[in-house]
């Protein structure tokens, strides 16, 4: 079956530096989906990436989808301590939708 | 609007012991995902349904475990006998399509002693 990995499965940054995690899959993509697990919380949905090539952007936060649908990533500029938790991808495979590992962020004020 | 209503939220027994964790999925939703995370493994998909069918259920640990889904409003995951290593947070999530957005429940914290 498909698999999506992710890196780092660490980040530790400065405050107002900038982070970045990396998804690919084994296989192309229908989509990739991008989610944020606060500390204690659940994992909430941010985004959806369909398009080859795809970029979107969330104020700090920027999501990319490789050309060939199979690798994304999602870029937070300056990031702050409200960033802290952890990010995880999920790659739709015909509708198999698989997590990552995901990657935690900590941030030091 | 009500989201995914997962109970309890924490549940503490002994080894051996029965434990049901319960699903309420969003209403309309027809795929329905149960998920188990710990620090050391991360996020696991144990299993998913669609239209109460379950469709994969190759993440679950081992036949200790079983899940069920009666109706399209209500899932449970049974562990039976319970282990100490079954200790971690349950999440159940649903979505209305297998390659929309799921949303996730506040999960069960589960331990055992």
């Known amino acids: 079956g498909q698999q999506v990995m992710q890196i780092p499965q660490y980040q530790h940054v400065q405050e107002g530096e900038d982070f970045t995690t990396y998804c690919n899959s084994s296989t192309t993509l229908s989509n990739i989906q991008w989610y944020k697990q606060r500390p204690g919380g659940h994992p909430v949905f941010l985004i959806q990436l369909v398009k080859s090539g795809e970029v979107k952007k969330q104020k700090r936060l920027t999501f990319q989808f490789g050309e060939a649908k199979k690798n994304s990533s999602l870029h937070i500029t300056a990031t702050q301590t409200t960033d802290v938790g952890t990010y995880f991808c999920a790659g739709d495979n015909n509708n198999d939708m698989r997590f990552g590992a995901g990657t935690r962020l900590t941030v030091k004020p | 609007d009500a989201g995914v209503i997962q109970s309890p939220r924490h549940e503490v027994t002994e080894m051996g012991q029965e434990v049901t964790l319960r699903c309420k999925p969003i209403?309309?939703?027809?795929?329905l995902f149960w998920y188990r995370q710990t620090m050391m493994r991360g996020l696991e998909l144990l299993i998913y349904f669609n239209n109460n069918v379950p469709i994969d259920d190759s993440g679950m640990p081992e036949d200790r475990f079983s899940a069920k889904m009666p109706n399209a409003s209500f899932s449970t995951l049974k562990i039976q006998p319970s282990e100490p290593r079954d200790s971690a947070v349950y999440f159940c999530?649903?979505?209305?399509?297998?390659?929309?957005?799921?949303?996730f429940g506040d999960g069960t914290r589960l331990s055992i002693l």
């Open positions: 209403s309309g939703h027809d795929y």
């Open positions: 999530a649903s979505s209305p399509s297998g390659y929309q957005p799921q949303h």
